[in-house]
């Protein structure tokens, strides 16, 4: 167990409205990534980041941004949400012995 | 990273070992094996990882063939919580993102 939540758990929301997720570690883990998993498409990477206000762009980063003011917390933010935004998303975090990734519960965002 | 292949399902008995295998032909030098599973509806969860020698934590164990061409995930004593969707990832360690890119792995159904 990596100290890895995420909020919220579920959520639906509405065409157009913005939404943020939030990924919050305790274990002061440097690098946290966003991930979206749809069927057929498996895991990308939307953003990530490798310190406190330091982000970079994934493979899946139109219409997503990303925040980290502090080292446990990495919001990511869909400024517009679109049916196409539906997924669940996960959040992971980078560990230090061999750089595998130990992942959070996942939040199933519904947009309608 | 290089490719992997693994066969689509898997059924193994409750209580018996599971054997997990991963071709991965095209590995270079520098890449390591890492294997995750995904629970139906959790995150996925890292289970181990090898270079070229055998490896064995709480978990499971990696059998990494001499010429690293495959591998074997061993699940010791399987239970029906052990049934998922296992991943082989094949990939070199180092700076940048790091994101994870899932294959569409191996479903072990654990039979009662």
């Known amino acids: 167990d990596a100290g890895i939540t995420q909020s919220p758990r579920h959520k639906v929301t509405e065409t157009g409205t913005p939404v943020t997720l939030r990924c919050h570690q305790t274990e002061n883990h440097r690098y946290m990534y966003w991930y979206r998993q749809d069927p057929g498409h498996g895991l990308r990477l939307i953003h990530y980041?490798?310190?406190?206000?330091?982000?970079d762009k994934g493979e899946v980063s139109d219409g997503y941004s990303v925040s980290r003011s502090k080292t446990e917390d990495f919001l990511l933010t869909l400024e517009s949400a679109t049916s196409s935004q539906t997924s669940v998303y996960f959040c992971?975090?980078?560990?230090?012995?061999?750089?595998?990734?130990?992942f959070g519960p996942g939040t199933r965002l519904t947009v309608t | 990273d290089a490719k992997t292949t693994q066969p689509p399902s898997m059924d193994c008995a409750e209580g018996r070992a599971a054997n997990l295998p991963c071709n991965h032909s095209?590995?270079?030098?520098?890449?390591?094996v890492y294997w995750y599973r995904q629970i139906h509806s959790q995150g996925p969860q890292y289970i181990i990882h090898?270079?070229?020698n055998n490896e064995t934590n709480e978990m499971a164990s990696l059998i990494i063939t001499e010429d690293r061409k495959s591998s074997t995930l061993i699940l010791p004593h399987a239970t029906l919580r052990d049934t998922a969707v296992y991943y082989c990832?094949?990939?070199?360690?180092?700076?940048?993102?790091?994101?994870?890119?899932f294959g569409k792995g191996t479903h072990l159904i654990i039979q009662p």
């Open positions: 990832i094949v990939r070199s360690v180092g700076g940048g993102a790091d994101g994870l890119t």
């Open positions: 095209t590995i270079s030098g520098n890449e390591y």
């Open positions: 090898g270079l070229k």
């Open positions: 992971a975090i980078r560990g230090d012995s061999a750089y595998e990734q130990y």
């Open positions: 980041s490798y310190g406190v206000k330091d982000t």
